[in-house]
Structure formats: C-alpha cells, structure tokens
C-alpha cells in the first residue's frame, strides 16, 4: 500500500506545482503592465525613453505624483469626476430601481411591447447615436456643462439596469407587499420600505458598476468637453499625454491617481462584483 | 374604496416609469430618429443655413467609400481574432483556477485588474509598451527572448498597427470571461465529475463530454456579450493609433467619429451610425432567437 501511494502523492505535488506556476505566469502577464506603470510613475524626469528599459527605479521619487497633483487643474478635474460620477448614478439607480418595480410588479397595458422596446435599443451602442445626441445637447445649452454629460449618462445606464434589477425585484415575496396593502400603505411606502431594503445586494452591485462606468467614460466627455474647466479626469489624462507626450512618468502618476479610487472600490466591494458579473451569466 | 385601489392599482407603474422613460425618449429614442432624418441630408453646421435633402446620397457614398470597407475589415479581424482568444485563454484561465485548492479568490482579483482599468488608461499603457523602437515589448522581443533582430517599427505599417490594438483587446477582456466561467465551473456538481473518473473518462474526455455541454448556456452567453463588445471597439484605435497610418487600421466607430467631429460631415457620420445599427439589431435579433433555446433548456 505505502510504496504505490508514494509515488502518486508525488505526481500530485508535481502537478499542484506546475497549476501554480501557470497561474503565477498568467497573473504575471496580467499584472506586469501595471507594474511598469508605477515603476514609472516613480521616474521623476525620463524624457525619453530608458534602453534597456529599468523596472526598478535607481533613484524613485514621488515627484511626479506632487506635480499631477498640483498642476493643470487636476484636483478640479477630480472633483469635476466625482460630482459627474455621483450624481448621475444617483438618479441612474433611482430611475432604474423606480422602472423596474412598475416591470416587474404590475400588470398594465403596453408593459410587454415597452420592455421589448427598451432592451432592443440596448442593442444599439451609445456610440450610435453620439451625433444626433450631440446636437441635442448644444441646442439644450449644455456643451461644455457637467449637466450635459450627467443627463446624457444616466439615459444611457437606466436601460440596462432596469433590466438587471427588474429580475431581482420579480423574485420578492408578493405575501409582504400583500399584508402591507392590507395595512393600507401605498405603493410609495411599499417601494421605498419593502423592495428596496430587500434588494440591497443588488442595488450595491447596479451603483458600483454605474458609478465605475460613469467615471471612466470617455468618448462622450471628449465629444462635448472643450472647456479645459469643465474636464473629466479620463479627458484630463488624454490631453495631459497630449501636452506632456514626452513625460510618461507624469502622466503615469496621472493615471495611478485617477485608478486609486478604482482599486479601493474594487478590493473592498469584491463580492458584488462576482455577483454582478454572473447575475446576468449564470441564470441565463 | 375597491375601485379606487383599483384605479391606483392601474395609475401607479406608469408614475414610477415617468421619469427613467423621459429620459428614455429624449436622449435615446429622440436621437435615433433624428440620426435617421440627418442620414439623408448633407448636413448643414453652420446656423441660418439650410441643411439639403439628398436622399441616399451618403448611404451610396458609404458603399462606394474604400475606408468603410477597410474599417469594416478591420472590424470583423478585430472581432475574430479578439473573440475567440478572450473566450478560449478565459476558459484555460477558469479551469486552472478551478482546479487550484487555494488562492482562487487572489487569482481571480489578479486576473480582472485589467477589466476594472479604464480604456483610456489601459490604451495609453499598450501605445507605451509598444512603442518604436525603444518600447519594453521590442526590448524584449530582441534583447530578452532574441525572437527578431530588428525592433518592429509598430505603428508605420498597417499590418504591424493592429496588433497593439488586439492585443489589448485579448487582454483586456480575459478577466471578464474567466470570473462568469468560473462561476459556472462552480455550479457544475462534483459528484457527476467523480463518476466520469471512475468509469475510466479522461480529463480531457470529462472537459469535452461533460464541462463544455454544461457550460454552453454560459459560453453562448460571453460570445453574444463580446461580439457586441467587438463591434463597439473605438477607444483603443482612437488612442492607440488613431486610426494610422494612412487610416489603415480604422474601425467603422472611429471612422464614423471622425467623419463627424473632425470632418464635421454629420450626414455621412450619421448615415455610417444608421448602417452600423441596423447590422447590430438584426444580429442582436438572430441570436436572441437562436440563443432562446439552450438558456430554456439551462435554466
């Protein structure tokens, strides 16, 4: 028994060995972008580029961070980010939240042909219609206005998160929403004591994913942002490498800073995001 | 009393919809239509004067206009290549973790940073790293591995641009696939995996016989989400090469874009949008209809 159960242990030790050395490499080649990015980030003064290339910095220094800091406007471009980021997720996962009930609650007419209607022009990329919507804006007075990236993101996250949360809400308990109309409470207190308590985990995972989306957008704060004081920190960042093309490690300080509040709601939220990303997967 | 709970009963859901469906109709349904009207006009910018009626003028213009068919190419390569490496790298990704007794979580933390991480920023990283000829990845390539002697001169030649370009796709997106398989792989039960072992299935046997026909629901799932992602690619060129040299590796969204808010030629940008739209809806439609099947049969 002993001598043929050696042998096996050790092929399995073999092999944990080798799954671990994969997964050290994958996660290698996922992380090593970043690396070099902070690497730089603490090169204070390479103009151009290092050959051969160096990952440790001989001298770092967190110059480079105090000067993205400090300079153009960037804390302006951060708080620009945050009041955008904010508010539009706000009213995104309120509307959202409110569509869904009257989807997932009620029977009235036109409900079906209207769900069809939304989740058909789900379909169509935001990109689509960014000429059309840019026009709109200008004639509304809002280019170069925070207002018009806000009203513009929260349309373009409410679709498809009634969806996701229109799912969540169908599956609650119709008993208590029942005893409560008896109690005679209205559908008002009924949606703001019953269904959203109960959806907490899902409204947490629909605002993260808003809030992450709205503060990294990109294409639409560079179509109708020309006003330097009106940037987002994903503008700032591009034109920050436009002006300082040759001071990558500026630039990469830049970018660290704008990831920071990223990473923080990432690694403490984590489990929503799993739930977040299958929620739609798994089920179907 | 009956009656009036009855009329709030029927009165209430279109309250609740009011506000989310105003901005449903003004910035979404408004702009579709409009984008429809400006597809057949040359577009005039210029305020007091008159846009003009050209009836299919931009749409035969798209037809006959080498660049959209390059962008097209360039998306389809973009889509092809991008699609099936993120889902087959993912897969490979999800059974190693899977198969891990510890340290998954860590792994798969690891393995999404770079889906959490803004385009901008990740588009910005990749122009760096590939960058002529100094970059880390000709650094690499000659001095470290020795695989070419030359550095590539990556963004002079069309044929060379690209690859930046899907490499970040691949990359980018292996996270994303990974986390939903590995939930998935999760929900396989052990018992059917013992089973298969003991009647003498290999693991490779297991994978193909029993893994992959539980998991198609979820593999149909990622492919339908990433060819819609595939066709929306637009950041990473407009970063990464800004559609150079020589608007080679142009992508029908950033061609569109330019078109609109470099050349400020609406019609034709909006008459390219109305094309790209159409194509979209009816996939999205075909495989709504051919996706309906095995989700019932999962689910």
Redesign the interface.
């Known amino acids: 028994m002993k001598k043929s159960q050696r042998p096996l242990n050790r092929s399995r030790v073999l092999r ?1 060995l080798l ?2 050395l ?2 050290v490499a ?2 290698a ?3 090593f ?2 690396l ?2 902070v690497s730089n980030a603490f090169k204070e003064h390479v103009f151009v ?5 160096q990952l440790i910095p001989t001298h770092p220094s967190v110059g480079n961070f105090v000067r993205a800091w400090t300079s153009n406007n960037f804390q302006l471009y951060f708080t620009n980010s945050a009041i955008v980021a904010l508010t539009s997720t706000f009213f995104t996962v ?3 939240a ?2 869904a ?3 997932a609650r ?1 029977q ?1 007419p036109g ?1 079906e042909a ?1 769900f069809f209607t ?1 989740l ?2 789900l ?3 935001d ?10 804006i200008k004639t509304l007075g809002l280019r170069n206005s925070l207002w018009g990236l806000i ?2 993101y ?3 996250s ?2 498809l998160n ?1 969806f996701l949360l229109r799912g969540f809400f169908e599956q609650l308990p119709h008993e208590l929403e029942e005893a409560m109309l008896i109690d005679g409470a ?2 008002l207190t009924i ?1 703001l004591r019953m269904i959203l308590p109960l959806s907490a985990p899902a409204l947490a995972t629909v605002t993260i994913f808003s809030f ?1 989306g709205h ?2 957008e ?2 639409w704060a560079l ?1 109708i942002i020309d006003d330097p004081l009106k940037r987002t920190l ?1 503008i700032a ?2 034109s920050f ?1 436009g002006q300082h093309g040759t001071e ?1 490690g500026l ?1 990469f300080a830049a ?1 660290i800073i ?2 920071i509040p ?2 923080i709601i ?2 403490a939220l ?1 489990r929503y ?2 739930s977040g ?2 929620a ?5 | 009393m009956a009656l009036s709970l009855k009329m709030r009963k029927r009165l209430v859901p279109y309250l609740f919809l009011v506000p989310g469906l105003l901005f449903f109709l003004i910035f979404q349904i408004y702009p579709l239509a409009k984008g429809l009207q400006m597809s057949f006009y040359r577009w005039s910018i210029m305020p007091g004067k008159a846009s003009l009626f050209i009836g299919l003028a931009n749409y035969l213009r798209a037809f006959e206009d080498p660049v959209v068919g390059r962008a097209f190419l360039n998306t389809l390569i973009y889509t092809l290549v991008t699609v099936p490496g993120q889902m087959i790298l993912a897969m490979l990704a999800a059974l190693l973790l899977h198969s891990l007794p510890r340290g998954r979580a860590f792994f798969r933390t690891v393995y999404y940073l770079p889906v959490i991480t803004s385009w901008v920023i990740v588009s910005l990283l990749i122009r760096y790293l590939f960058q002529s000829p100094n970059g880390l990845i000709n650094y690499f390539l000659v001095e470290v591995f020795h695989v070419i002697s030359q550095p590539i001169m990556w963004y002079e030649q069309a044929r060379t641009a690209f690859i930046p370009i899907l490499v970040l796709g691949i990359w980018k997106g292996i996270g994303w696939s990974m986390v939903i398989y590995l939930a998935a792989l999760q929900g396989i039960p052990k018992e059917l995996m013992e089973v298969a072992a003991i009647d003498g299935a290999s693991g490779w046997q297991r994978f193909w016989r029993i893994t992959l026909p539980l998991l198609s629901p979820t593999v149909v799932f990622t492919l339908v989400m990433l060819l819609i992602g595939g066709f929306n690619v637009f950041i990473s060129v407009y970063l990464i090469t800004g559609g150079g040299p020589r608007q080679q590796t142009e992508v029908l969204l950033s061609y569109t874009y330019r078109q609109a808010f470099d050349f400020l030629d609406f019609g034709y940008g909006a008459a390219l949008s109305m094309l790209m739209a159409v194509f979209l809806i009816t996939a999205s439609y075909l495989q709504m209809r051919f996706l309906r099947k095995p989700v019932e049969v999962y689910g």
Request: proline share 7%.
């Open positions: 944990l799954l671990y994969l997964a994958g996660a080649v996922m992380v972008p970043f070099w990015m580029i290092e050959y051969p290339p309120l509307f959202s409110m569509m009930y009257a989807f009620f009235f409900r209207l939304i058909l022009v379909m169509v990329p990109m689509i219609t960014i000429i059309p919507k840019f026009l709109l009203l513009v929260i349309a373009g409410t679709s009634t209205g559908y949606f992450l503060w990294d990109f294409t179509t994903p960042i591009y490498q990558w630039v970018m704008a990831l990223v990473l990432f690694i984590q995001f799993v990303i299958t739609g997967a798994v089920k179907g």
